[in-house]
């Protein structure tokens, strides 16, 4: 599912606009995970939801799919992975930074070209 109807060729968009979208695709999933657990303070929410977006946990996440990972997805997980972001992290390695841009492109990815069901079956091992 898209938003927005415009045909877009994800393929043809650098690794880091892919991780620009991806990056808010995984936040979203984070979020509806953490709102459908329980109700709780949106304090809370923010506080638990940055234990999932942050550098180190998609490393993390990383560990648990990349053995499930297509060919086609390595290989944009590795696009993303060794793209040049032009800064240095700040609460990660750089190692940690490369490794979480490049799960963000690769949702970004998924998302761009309508792989809604892959999405969510990697999201839920990521937090099997």
């Given amino acids: 599912m898209r938003f927005?109807?415009?045909?877009?060729?994800?393929?043809?968009?650098?690794?880091?606009?892919?991780?620009?979208?991806?990056?808010?695709?995984?936040?979203i999933m984070v979020r509806e995970m953490l709102v459908t657990?329980?109700?709780?303070?949106?304090?809370?929410?923010?506080?638990?939801?940055?234990?999932?977006?942050?550098?180190?946990?998609?490393?993390?996440?990383?560990?648990?799919?990349?053995d499930c990972l297509t060919d086609e997805e390595t290989t944009v997980y590795k696009r993303g992975r060794n793209a040049k972001v032009g800064h240095s992290p700040k609460s990660?390695?750089?190692?940690?930074?490369?490794?979480?841009?490049?799960?963000?492109?690769?949702f970004g990815y998924l998302y761009l070209t309508e792989q809604t069901d892959r999405i969510k079956e990697l999201f839920s091992k990521i937090n099997a």
């Fill in 92 to 106: 990660a390695t750089e190692g940690e930074y490369h490794c979480a841009t490049g799960v963000e492109a690769l």
């Fill in 37 to 66: 657990q329980a109700n709780r303070p949106v304090n809370d929410l923010h506080r638990e939801s940055i234990k999932f977006v942050s550098a180190k946990a998609q490393t993390a996440a990383f560990e648990k799919i990349r």
């Fill in 4 to 27: 927005i109807d415009k045909n877009v060729n994800a393929k043809q968009l650098s690794p880091l606009n892919l991780a620009f979208i991806g990056d808010c695709i995984y936040e």
